[in-house]
């Protein structure tokens, strides 16, 4: 079965850095669309960023959009976030997930979804 494992999560201050990793196994890597999504404690989870297997395609929340970096290595079957310029709000469980669909934004349209890893950003 595909498994994605996330790590990289932690605690940092505003305005820091943390980048995270997505390990995919069980899959043949460079045929899936690759996402992040986060979901904060009682919120909906959130669109965060998504790349495609083609050249060049990547698309990103409005949260992020020119903080957040998506890049993958399909060479080591695992996808990155780059995350600069953290702030509070982005404080939240971050998830990778999957999908051999049509790129897509909503949770909906990916079918396999690590377990998570936190990131907490304090003031």
């Known amino acids: 079965q595909v498994q994605l494992v996330e790590s990289g999560g932690g605690s940092v201050q505003a305005g820091g850095s943390l980048r995270l990793s997505c390990a995919a196994s069980?899959?043949?890597?460079?045929?899936?669309?690759m996402g992040w999504f986060r979901q904060a404690p009682g919120k909906e989870r959130e669109f965060v960023a998504v790349?495609?297997?083609?050249?060049?395609?990547?698309y990103y929340g409005d949260s992020v959009q020119g903080r957040f970096t998506i890049s993958r290595d399909n060479a080591k079957n695992t996808v990155y976030l780059q995350m600069n310029s953290l702030k509070p709000e982005d404080t939240a469980a971050y998830y990778c997930?999957?999908?051999?669909?049509?790129?897509?934004?909503?949770?909906?349209?990916?079918?396999?979804w690590g377990q998570g890893t936190q990131v907490t950003v304090s003031s």
């Open positions: 069980g899959l043949t890597f460079r045929w899936y669309n």
């Open positions: 790349i495609s297997y083609s050249e060049g395609g990547t």
């Open positions: 997930a999957a999908s051999r669909a049509r790129m897509g934004y909503t949770v909906h349209d990916f079918g396999s």
